[in-house]
């Protein structure tokens, strides 16, 4: 295990539609932690957890997004009824403690049409 | 609250002369403090971090930074750039007291032959 793995790398979807992003952290790091880029702006933070417990939700993360992490090991975060507004870079990082390093997955690129 | 202020969007230096990126920092306790890289079409990268053992801290590719509690401040250098610098970096917080990490909106560092 060399770090974090996003799939998909892009993804293109039509509006309206649900999509589903995968994130495997670095095997050991008990924290995970959803980020969203778009052009042009740092990472925005999405949600976290420990373990499998979500302990922190962003405003920006309305009702259409939901993230599990069943089991504290991947994690998903769905978006229903995508909407044009929602085209960014999704970004998962872990770590192993508080206040320690964050390691990054690529990220995955969506595009709504 | 904890927030990140970086103050130049766009950095521009000849190849071969220091780099000066700056950060601004507000945590409301003992914060950790971060540089990330992000090249393009890449993951974001660890440069460096601050977690309150010594205020110059060094990192890879031969970057660095100072915390300056009475400045809260947290700048970049390098002494001598080199063309593969081009990037963008962030300037990343996190309070002690929490987990989550926030990112300043980032710097893009451009470097003329």
């Known amino acids: 295990d060399t770090g974090v793995s996003q799939n998909p790398r892009h993804k293109i979807t039509k509006r309206g539609q649900n999509v589903t992003f995968r994130c495997d952290p670095i095997s050991e790091h008990n924290r995970l932690y959803w980020y969203r880029q778009t052009l042009g702006q740092g990472p925005e933070f999405l949600t976290y957890f420990q373990n499998e417990a979500q302990l922190e939700k ?3 993360l309305s ?9 504290g090991s991947f994690s998903t975060l769905e978006i229903q009824r995508t909407e044009q507004g929602d085209s960014a870079m999704y970004l998962c990082a872990s770590s ?7 390691t990054f997955g690529s990220g995955t690129r969506l595009t709504v049409v | ?5 970086q103050l130049d969007s766009h950095v521009s230096v000849s190849e071969g002369t220091p780099v000066l990126l700056r950060c ?14 992000q090249h393009p079409n890449k993951g974001l990268q660890l ?6 053992a010594a205020t110059l801290v060094k ?4 970057f660095e930074a100072e915390f300056k509690k009475s400045e809260t401040s947290f700048h970049l250098t390098k002494p001598s750039a080199h063309m593969s610098d081009a990037a963008e970096y962030f300037c990343v917080v996190s309070d002690n007291g929490l987990d989550k990490i926030i990112f300043g909106k980032g710097t893009r560092l451009h470097i003329l032959p």
């Open chain 2, 59 to 62: 990192g890879i590719n031969g």
């Open chain 1, 96 to 102: 192993l403690r508080q206040g320690g390093g964050y």
């Open chain 1, 63 to 71: 009702d259409r997004f939901s993230a599990e992490r069943p089991k």
């Open chain 2, 24 to 37: 601004n920092y507000s945590s409301s306790y003992s914060p950790s403090l971060f540089w990330y890289v």
């Open chain 2, 1 to 5: 609250a904890q927030s990140v202020t």
């Open chain 1, 58 to 60: 962003s405003r920006l």
């Open chain 2, 47 to 52: 440069l460096l971090k601050y977690t309150s």
